[in-house]
């Protein structure tokens, strides 16, 4: 059995998602995962944020969306936090 990692990005859709089509054919079963990075709430050189608490609302809605679309396949999206740095 293989087990397969569709971890969304920029593009959280569902069709016309060429990643997730070769997940499904390659693989048995499937995780889904978001990353939120909590590298884009830094404080640029600029003195401005990269992103917002408007710009992460508006980032949130199609999350969510993604996540009523997968448990409606019977599937789970796992969201968590990046804390990459630069």
Known sequence: MKTGLVWFKNDVRLHDNEALTEAIEE???LIF???IEKN???K??????????NRFK?????????????EKL?????????????
Not at 44 to 53: A, E, H, M, N, P
Not at 58 to 70: G, T, Y
């Open 74 to 86: 019977v599937a789970h999206l796992l969201i968590g936090y990046l804390n990459a740095k630069k």
């Open 33 to 35: 995962c978001y990353a």
């Open 44 to 53: 640029l050189d600029l003195g401005f944020k990269k992103c917002d608490i």
């Open 58 to 70: 508006f980032l949130k809605q199609p999350v969510m969306d993604l996540q009523n679309h997968l």
């Open 40 to 42: 884009n709430f830094r």
């Open 27 to 29: 693989c048995d079963e």
